[in-house]
């Protein structure tokens, strides 16, 4: 437009309305209009109007953009977030401006810190950012302080003139590490006077912590457990933790006098008020006429309506029942009906009854089944009574209330035979006099002493009797039949037995004879056995006899002993005349006889001792031989209870027989004879 202007400003001194322009002729263009009229030879007719103007090609033109029609009517202008505009938008004329915006201190504005190219940002600066800074610099530093060496540490190297140095500096030599005092650290490298490296090592329990156990040192705890609560242990101890982890069903217990645990929840101790009724079922339908249910809901009881209208009751026979039966509202009520110091007793598997009275401080005995316990009946004032079994102890056959009864003892001195036990028999009636026999059970039983009514008599037999009953005379003199109420059997067998002595051998040269051994007692057949002494040497060899052996089975409680052995005679020259030597010696029957001297024959044992005979002595004083002495029978002293596997109703037995003497030789006499041998029995009863 300006170029357009300057051009028609030329044109004002050129151009007029309707003249024409000749060189070197003055135009008046005050007259001229030149855009009504046209100056020959200097531009051409505009043909008026405000919106024509004169283009460079000599053409009148509305210039673009002038008078446009366009639909523009507001310009904004958005930036990067680096600037701030203002001026934005403008709707008819205005101006757009743009300028920084403002940022944090210390920040630049560059590419990304690392990776790849981005576009840039304000950022922080980082290392990567900043090049190696390796040049010299020269010139003068200020003065650098520190409050101590250590303060200059970072620097690798530094040089300064002297004159920058405050104070006398001194070099370092020698750089050392110290850690607390404790059992976790350790140091490694110290000191390092030249270069090296200062190191800490930890030594502690993998799983534990470290703790102060003073107010200077450290140590390290136990493993602690995993998941276990960890406790305190006060000054000096290290932490620990609680021996349980309790279950899904405990909870932890506070314990002001120690350490807590854990336990189940107590409702009596551990929970105090009530149980909100919103905790069961959130409290839906809960109210003061609703009750919580086994289903788990709060509901309302549901009110009878059953069809019952009479309710009668039976009882066993020994109570009565009175208000049976109820059909609208009543009570039943029970009575007992029985005998006045009787007990109940079931007589049968469905039905019950009482006992008749039982008496005051009587024993109570079983009925069996069906029937009624009952008393004992006897004796209750009298002292030093026992309760006896009866006969075999079979159920039909209850105890009864009995004095002490003494032992029964038998005894066999010689020959064999059988030994049956005792029996005690409870006499009610009849009479019979001792060594006469009756029967029962078929079983012979033979009398002790004289039998008369309501007495207790001693009878033997190879079996017991029947519990109870009747004694019929086999031989003797007495009543046809004996009755009894009961037998009492023993309980026990004490047994002592000897067996026989050998003699003593004969004395005088070496003709004298030797003796014959003790026989052997026997009792139960080979069950026990006391063996006769054995035989003196004669004078020719005038050897002792040794004790005889005793043989002691199962089923016998106690022992058995070797008799004792006879004694040398005298033997050789002498100016006195020499005695035979004593024979053996029992502790039932006493020691044997001594030997015969001079002129005098050896003397004979007392019969039933099993001690052994005396040797024979000599005659002259010449030199001779006197006999020995014979050895004693062994002996046994034994108990056979009634539970012993060797008990039995009668026992075999046989008496040992005493030895022979030795014969007398020249210038001597003969030996002494033995002793027989023995059986003592005594049956003891409850």
């Not at 008799?563 to 029957?589: H, K």
Request: aromatic share 6%; proline share 6%; glycine share 18%.
């Amino acid at each position: 437009m300006k170029r357009i202007l300057s051009f028609a400003a030329l044109l004002i001194s050129a151009v007029a309305a309707g003249t024409q322009v000749v060189p070197g002729q003055s135009l008046d263009l005050t007259t001229a209009n030149p855009f009504s009229s046209s100056v020959s030879g200097v531009c051409p007719s505009s043909g008026g109007g405000t919106t024509n103007y004169l283009r460079a090609d000599g053409t009148w033109a509305a210039p673009p953009g002038s008078g446009g029609s366009g639909t523009v009517t507001s310009v904004g202008l958005s930036l990067p977030s680096i600037f701030s505009v203002s001026g934005s938008p403008v709707t008819s004329s205005g101006t757009l401006t743009g300028s920084f915006a403002t940022e944090s201190a210390n920040i630049v504005f560059a590419g990304p810190s690392s990776g790849s190219a981005a576009q840039p940002t304000f950022r922080s600066l980082v290392a990567a950012d900043v090049p190696t800074l390796n040049q010299n610099t020269t010139g003068t530093a200020a003065n650098i302080t520190a409050t101590s060496n250590s303060s200059l540490t970072t620097l690798s190297a530094l040089s300064l003139p002297y004159s920058q140095i405050t104070g006398t500096p001194s070099p370092v030599t020698s750089v050392a590490l110290s850690v607390p005092a404790s059992t976790i650290f350790g140091v490694t490298g110290s000191p390092i006077t030249s270069s090296g490296t200062l190191g800490l090592t930890v030594t502690g329990t993998s799983g534990g912590i470290p703790y102060f156990d003073s107010t200077s040192t450290l140590k390290s705890t136990l493993v602690l457990a995993q998941s276990a609560i960890v406790l305190g242990s006060g000054a000096g101890f290290g932490p620990s933790t609680l021996g349980s982890l309790g279950t899904t069903t405990t909870v932890l217990h506070g314990n002001a006098a120690g350490v807590p645990s854990f336990g189940a929840v107590a409702l009596n101790t551990d929970v105090t008020g009530n149980l909100p009724v919103t905790n069961l079922n959130s409290g839906t339908s809960a109210s003061s006429t609703t009750f919580w249910r086994g289903d788990g809901t709060w509901a309302t009881p549901v009110a009878g309506s059953g069809t019952v209208t009479s309710v009668s009751l039976t009882m066993p026979g020994i109570f009565s029942v009175s208000g049976s039966p109820v059909t609208t509202s009543g009570t039943l009520t029970v009575s007992a009906s029985g005998t006045s110091g009787g007990v109940p007793y079931f007589s049968s598997s469905s039905a019950m009854a009482s006992s008749g009275a039982l008496g005051s401080g009587l024993l109570v005995l079983g009925g069996g089944a069906g029937s009624a316990p009952t008393a004992l009946t006897g004796n209750t004032t009298t002292t030093n009574q026992y309760l006896a079994q009866q006969g075999t102890g079979s159920a039909s056959a209850p105890p009864v209330w009995s004095a002490f009864l003494p032992p029964v003892i038998q005894t066999e001195t010689s020959g064999s035979g059988t030994m049956n036990l005792p029996y005690y028999f409870i006499i009610t009636s009849g009479n019979a006099t001792a060594a006469s026999t009756y029967t029962n059970n078929s079983i012979t039983f033979t009398t002790f002493s004289t039998v008369s009514s309501s007495t207790i008599v001693v009878m033997t037999g190879s079996g017991p009797p029947t519990s109870t009953g009747t004694l019929t005379k086999a031989s003797g003199t007495g009543d046809s039949t004996i009755t009894f109420s009961r037998f009492i059997a023993p309980i026990d067998l004490h047994i002592r037995m000897v067996g026989g002595g050998a003699g003593g051998s004969g004395g005088g040269a070496n003709d004298g004879g030797a003796s014959g051994g003790g026989g052997d007692t026997t009792f139960g057949s080979s069950f026990l056995t006391a063996g006769g002494g054995n035989i003196a040497g004669g004078s020719s060899t005038p050897t002792p006899g040794s004790g005889g052996m005793p043989t002691v089975n199962a089923g016998a409680y106690g022992n058995g002993w070797y008799g004792s052995s006879g004694q040398y005679g005298g033997w050789g020259a002498a100016t006195l005349l020499l005695a035979g030597g004593v024979g053996g010696s029992t502790p039932f029957g006493g020691p044997g006889k001594s030997g015969g001297g001079n002129q005098v024959a050896a003397v004979d044992n007392q019969a039933n001792t099993g001690a052994g005979g005396s040797g024979g002595g000599v005659t002259t004083t010449t030199n001779e031989k006197c006999g020995s002495g014979g050895g004693a029978g062994a002996f046994v002293d034994v108990h056979v209870p009634n539970w012993s596997s060797a008990w039995a109703n009668s026992f075999s037995y046989a008496i040992g027989a005493a030895g022979t003497a030795g014969s007398a030789g020249t210038n001597g006499s003969a030996g002494g004879k033995g002793s027989s041998g023995f059986l003592w029995a005594e049956a003891i009863f409850q």
